[in-house]
């Protein structure tokens, strides 16, 4: 090849190396400025839970909805074939609730349509999800991971209602 | 190539074609069931929406990849090495061993005992054929690499000095990559599953299970798609009449895959509890690496296409993205494959990004994203490549090449219609792996595009139907002709560029393992280190 033609080949290379290194960096450097600055975390390491010994075990011995402080709730939720328990969940708007939940037998899904709401219910495992409910209205909470036959039937609600004045 | 050669090659096509078959049927069944229509009573015997499903993408993303590959990768190398391919009774052992592995699992799937989708969560239970087989699969692959191995090794030795040919080179760090890969789920069938589907262990650590499964499960994804830019690299500049712009960048390309395609899949886990963010923010960082490879990648196979415009004549700056061979089926097939990739490519983006996949884990666009990767970039590629290897093997011309190029057409605006639906479906969050038809929360806001899901399901089946018809009638109908195979493409920055470094395996093979520590490291020290407590089998189905 020409001597010529090969350094122009480089300036090419180079000139595409470079911005498809900075891009995926510029990417990489927004995600974790996002993620400390507007803090949407992850489920992440909480605790276990026997499966098979669900209803001897705080808090799940005890499903439901409870205030913890004016304003911060947890709610206790179990997945099992193809229901959640409760499911249906009523919150003033502008609560923050924590989702402590869990499956009873395989793995299920949880998502509340149109929030930061979406975990794994894994059989051995917490799942531990936070959200702020600023907007009063229905919520769809939907498995989203195949548990069998009957999976498609398995959804709830969120219920969040203005505050009586 | 030797006779048995060849039947060895077409018997992998014929396996990998009849579960494209097979596996495909499934496909508009769901879409349609999406849209409102239930045709399910069609297929008798079939017990749900999720047994079909399930064999919907075992077969595709199981079966019909690692055969098309096992039959492209020998033929590539045996093509590209000029030399025999090294024991036939090893070969043809490795073929068989795959078959019976592939028959094994099918039985369970086809008698509803294995109704637990292509990902096998535990503790789902299946049969243990069902588990026995896919484990023979991964074995018979190992064996694949072992036979490239002893190929590289003999030519080695017959040509000291010279670098490994390009195509052949590819096709080995293919499988040097899916060896390393496929040693998750390797160990979850042998040591966990298999042992648990026979009563000889009454539980199974659910989140172990899944861990080891996308340590596999997403490293798979490179296992596919590195056959289909072998293809784009090494023969789609000859088919457009241009060269391959850069040797050393395309085996640079490679060798990053190599090395750094493995420590990712916890992308795929970013919302299981038991895993913390750091853990999860580092394969975040590593996928967005092996974003770079395809970067390289489109860069490369776009300037060998503007040389090839460029060699007919074309001047202008950007006139040489159309002025392409459009009329010959294999190039057209395998430029639409790479188009439709980029938007696959940018989704990929979305999912690995730590919080931004919380709005789309599980979700449509999940389904959307993949149909793009496997089932366009990497399906509608090896399409095309079934355009010229068909006749070659069989020694007939294609039956028709307009209507190949009219199915490669089919499958771009089916799958564009398709992806498109799905991926703003998920943003709607319409849950995946669900016969959203019985649903009862469906919302009046994922209608219409559940509908344009169905469109472009019946669209897609039309295309692949076509492909079938081609493919029955080119082996029944074709005219009896020797067709030779292509050339692979010439360099324009070749071998002489290439630097030494980008002809070896070992030292990169030892970063691979390296950051497979690195990555894969905290994450099983901290799903070990919990003690999950053990789930019980369970057939929910």
Same mark, same amino acid.
């Given at each position: 090849?020409? %001597? ?47 499966? %098979? ?50 499956? %009873? ?61 | ?264 899949? =916890? ?21 967005? =690496? ?94 095309? =490549? ?109 071998? $002489? ?38 789930? $019980? ?5």
């Amino acid at each position: 090849m020409e %001597r010529r033609e090969s350094y122009l080949a480089y300036l090419y290379e180079s000139a595409w190396i470079l911005p498809s290194v900075a891009i995926p960096v510029g990417m990489l450097v927004a995600l974790v400025l996002t993620a400390f600055a507007i803090g949407i975390h992850l489920p992440g390491q909480t605790a276990t839970v026997d499966p %098979r010994r669900l209803a001897q075990t705080p808090p799940f011995d005890r499903p439901g909805l409870r205030e913890v402080r004016p304003g911060q709730y947890e709610a206790v939720v179990i997945g099992q074939i193809w229901s959640f328990t409760p499911n249906e969940i009523q919150v003033p708007a502008g609560a923050t609730v924590t989702f402590i939940a869990t499956s %009873r037998d395989v793995v299920h899904g949880f998502r509340i349509q149109g929030t930061t709401v979406n975990g794994m219910l894994i059989p051995g495992q917490v799942t531990r999800l936070t959200y702020r409910f600023t907007q009063p209205g229905e919520y769809l909470l939907v498995c989203h991971e195949y548990c069998g036959v009957g999976h498609h039937g398995m959804y709830g609600r969120i219920r969040v209602v203005a505050p009586t004045p | 190539m030797t006779a048995p050669e060849n039947r060895l090659v077409r018997g992998y096509l014929i396996v990998a074609l009849l579960a494209l078959a097979v596996g495909g049927l499934f496909g508009p069944l769901q879409a349609l069931n999406w849209a409102g229509l239930d045709l399910y009573g069609l297929i008798p015997g079939l017990r749900s929406y999720y047994q079909g499903l399930s064999l919907h993408g075992t077969l595709l993303v199981l079966v019909w990849t690692t055969f098309f590959i096992g039959g492209f990768l020998l033929f590539v190398t045996r093509q590209s090495l000029g030399q025999p391919l090294p024991r036939p009774g090893l070969t043809w052992a490795t073929f068989w061993l795959m078959v019976v592995g592939l028959v094994l699992a099918a039985l369970p799937l086809l008698s509803n005992d294995a109704t637990v989708l292509f990902t096998f969560y535990a503790p789902l239970k299946a049969s243990p054929l069902f588990y026995l087989g896919l484990g023979l699969i991964v074995v018979g692959t190992w064996l694949l690499t072992l036979t490239l191995g002893l190929a590289y090794r003999r030519w080695r030795a017959a040509h000291p000095g010279e670098p490994y040919p390009l195509p052949a080179f590819m096709a080995l760090v293919t499988m040097l990559m899916w060896t390393l890969a496929s040693l998750g789920i390797a160990f979850e069938v042998v040591f966990l599953l298999l042992p648990w589907s026979v009563g000889l262990t009454g539980g199974v650590d659910a989140l172990l299970t899944r861990t080891l499964f996308w340590f596999t499960g997403h490293p798979i994804v490179y296992f596919w798609l590195l056959p289909a830019y072998l293809s784009w690299y090494t023969l789609v500049p000859r088919h457009a009449g241009g060269s391959l712009f850069s040797e050393p960048m395309a085996r640079l390309s490679f060798l990053l895959f190599l090395t750094t395609s493995i420590p990712v899949g =916890v992308h795929h886990q970013f919302t299981d509890p038991g895993i913390s963010e750091g853990p999860k923010l580092l394969h975040t960082f590593f996928t967005f =690496v092996v974003f770079f490879p395809s970067l390289l990648t489109a860069f490369n196979v776009a300037a060998s296409l503007e040389s090839a415009a460029r060699r007919r004549g074309e001047q202008g700056w950007l006139g040489w993205l159309w002025r392409q061979r459009w009329g010959d089926p294999v190039l057209t097939a395998q430029l639409l494959a790479m188009i439709l990739f980029i938007f696959g490519g940018i989704g990929g983006l979305v999912n690995a990004s730590l919080n931004v996949n919380l709005l789309v884990h599980n979700t449509a666009w999940i389904v959307g994203h993949f149909h793009l990767t496997v089932g366009s970039a990497v399906t509608l590629t090896f399409m095309g =490549v079934t355009y010229w290897l068909l006749p070659h093997l069989l020694g007939r011309q294609l039956w028709s090449r307009g209507l190949a190029l009219v199915q490669a057409v089919l499958w771009f605006v089916g799958m564009a219609v398709f992806a498109y639906a799905l991926h703003n479906l998920g943003l709607l969050d319409t849950p995946r792996r669900t016969m959203l038809g019985a649903a009862p929360y469906r919302l009046a806001e994922w209608q219409p595009w559940l509908v344009l899901v169905g469109i472009g399901g019946v669209i897609l089946f039309l295309s692949g139907l076509l492909y079938f018809v081609l493919v029955v009638l080119t082996a029944l109908a074709g005219e009896r002709q020797p067709v030779p195979a292509p050339a692979f493409a010439e360099t324009i920055h070749g071998p $002489a560029d290439t630097p030494r470094a980008f002809d070896r395996l070992a030292p990169w093979l030892v970063v691979s393992v390296v950051l497979i520590v690195v990555g894969y490291g905290p994450v099983f020290w901290q799903v070990l280190s919990q003690g999950t407590p053990p789930a $019980a089998g369970l057939r929910v189905w």
